[in-house]
Each structure stands twice: as C-alpha cells, then as structure tokens.
C-alpha cells in the first residue's frame, strides 16, 4: 500500500486567512481575460490526447528550448513529479532531494518506499547549490535527483554553471539517475529581467517540470507540464500518464494555450508588481531587523526571525507564513509570498506582522 505522509501545507488551500503571506502565487487571471463565453461555450468536452494538445505543447517547448515532442501536458506540476517519480524509482531505490523544498519531492518518493538522502542548502549560504555534499552521497543505485530552480520556499536560482557541474557528476557517478530540476516559477522574474534559458536542454538525464500555476497566476487551470529528452523516458511517462488520468481537461488545455499565448504581455504585468512588493518588503525586513535572502525569481522569499515564539502572536493578527518545517528547515525561517496579496493589504500585512516578531 502506498501511504502518503500527513501534510500542513494542505491548510494553504483548506483554511482561509485574512492576510495570507503563506500563498506563493501572483495575482490570479480571471476565465474573462482570456476566452469570451462564446468561445468557452465552443470547446468540446471529448476527449484530449494523452501527450497534449499540439498547440500547447509547442507553446511550453518554445519557453524550454525543446521539441513540441518533448513534451508531456500534465495535472499541475505535481502530477509531473508523481509521474516521474513512480516512473524511476521504487523500493530500495535511492533519491536525492536537495532541502528546503517543495514537500511532495520527498513524500512521493517516500511514499514509493524508495531510500532518501536529503542534502541541505542553507540559509546562512544564501542557499547556494550544495554540490559537494550531493556528490557525496551519489552512487550507483540513485534513480532520482530532485530540487528546483527558482528554488522553493526561498526563490534562489540555480546558475548554468551549478546546473552543468551537477549533471557531470550525476553522469559519472550516478549513470541510472534522473535529474528532475522543478521550474514551477521559471518565468518569474522582478521588473524588465528577463526570463533565464531553461534547463530542459542541458542532458538526456535532465527532465523539468512546470506549469501556469505561479508565474502566470493560474492555477485553478491544473495545468503543468514534463519536458522530456530521452525518448524511452518520455514513453514510460506517457504510459503512466495514460493509466492515471487518461488525459488533461480539454477546458484546462484551451485556456492554458491563451495564457501561453499572451505570456509576455502576462508576466510583465506581474514582473511590475513582485519588483514593488519585493522591495517593499527588502525596506521593510530592513526596518525591523529581520534577515533575508533575496530572491533571483518567484513570489516568494524566506526570511529568519530570532526565535519561533512569533507564530502564536500571528494568528490572533490574522496574520500566515509558511513555517520552515514545511520544507524541511528550522521553524525560524519562514517563507513569506509577496505576490499573492493586493499592494494595500501587502503592507497591512507586513505591518502585523513586523508587530508579531516584536512580541
């Protein structure tokens, strides 16, 4: 039996607060500014394909630097990680997954009864990739390497070079394994920087995942994406897809196409407002004392209190972040979302908040 591990983090979706900086997404697009009625009226509810839509999926290829054939159209960025996970590893198989991270990169393969090393990235080293001490515990049985880039909870970007040092010794040490690099906030940039390469193309053995949940501000839509190198891997994962969900929602496909459609005209206008609300918060975190590492990308950034006895004071504020050990770091640092909020209820919050850490 496959048994997944009790998650706090389902009380993001669950459990409503009034000023919520534990959320990590943009401001959310509506069905409106994307389709008219008549045109939702027009999809058809039959079936899709198990691969995806042709149009999309070119779409998502464009972004990554990979062929439309490369491309797997998924539920959301999680089912990409399931897919890949049970695809790759099982019993007594052994897994990296680089901490702090987003929790299902380690409760499904946990769940698969696969054997975890977690290797930490720390606060103090802005969260660097911690390239030695993962390939000190690489070795022949390692089917699966996992983090992510931005970096969840902290935003940090990988560069090319950590990617390239990363992937030559997964390939000399590590010859079976995969290495999934999650780029759920890829396209999340501050102001007028631009959108990195991906790292899509770098390997055979490297496998991204996405979706138009975080950057883009959609993700009601459930709708996320696999890039795929190695053919053989790109089968194995369409079969799997096949015998779970058959096939992504025809309404989710068509809308996510508009949004990739429009994506520059999408993301700038929510580049503009995570450049604002994150140098709100760098003035305010400066204000009050408060470490912080700043983020390459994504709405979202961690920040490190003196103590933990702030979380009691927050609730009686109305006030949520996201504590630490919801992704396996000490309950000091907190992930704090900037992008989910409106400009004026952001500073509302921060004030609580700051209020909260004063005791």
């Avoid at 390497?145 to 950590?162: C, D, I, M």
């Avoid at 103590?307 to 109305?318: G, H, M």
Wanted: aromatic share 6%.
């Amino acid at each position: 039996m496959t048994v997944f591990a009790t998650s706090p983090m389902t009380s993001l979706i669950d459990g409503h607060v009034r000023y919520d900086l534990a959320e990590s997404t943009c401001p959310p697009l509506t069905v409106g500014e994307l389709a008219s009625p008549e045109e939702i009226a027009a999809v058809p509810l039959g079936y899709g394909t198990t691969r995806g839509d042709g149009r999309l999926r070119g779409l998502v290829a464009a972004g990554s630097g990979v062929g439309a054939e490369q491309v797997l159209i998924t539920v959301g960025a999680v089912e990409a990680m399931f897919l890949l996970a049970q695809a790759v590893c099982g019993p007594g198989d052994h897994v990296v997954v680089v901490a702090p991270c987003f929790p299902p990169a380690l409760t499904v393969p946990a769940a698969l009864k696969a054997e975890i090393d977690i290797v930490r990235a720390e606060f103090d080293s802005h969260y660097r990739l911690p390239l030695r001490e993962i390939v000190q515990v690489l070795g022949p049985r390692t089917k699966l390497v996992s983090l992510a880039s931005p970096q969840n909870p902290a935003g940090v970007r990988l560069t090319a070079a950590e990617l390239r040092e990363l992937d030559e010794a997964v390939r000399s040490r590590a010859p079976q394994a995969v290495i999934l690099v999650d780029e759920t906030y890829h396209f999340s940039t501050y102001g007028d920087a631009p959108v990195p390469a991906s790292a899509a193309g770098l390997s055979s053995r490297v496998v991204t995942c996405g979706s138009v949940s975080k950057a883009h501000g959609a993700p009601g839509l459930r709708l996320g994406w696999l890039t795929v190198t190695d053919p053989d891997l790109y089968d194995r994962l369409r079969e799997a897809k096949f015998n779970t969900t058959i096939a992504c929602s025809g309404v989710d496909e068509f809308l996510a196409t508009r949004v990739l459609e429009r994506a520059p005209e999408i993301l700038a206008v929510r580049a503009e407002f995570l450049r604002d609300r994150l140098d709100e918060l760098r003035s305010w975190a400066s204000r009050h004392g408060v470490e912080m590492v700043v983020p390459d990308g994504g709405p979202l950034c961690c920040l490190r209190a003196p103590d933990t006895s702030f979380y009691q004071r927050l609730e009686a504020r109305e006030v949520r972040v996201a504590p630490g050990s919801w992704f396996r770091e000490d309950d000091r640092v907190f992930r704090l979302g900037f992008g989910h909020l409106p400009a004026e209820d952001f500073g509302e919050a921060l004030e609580r908040l700051g209020s909260a850490l004063q005791g």
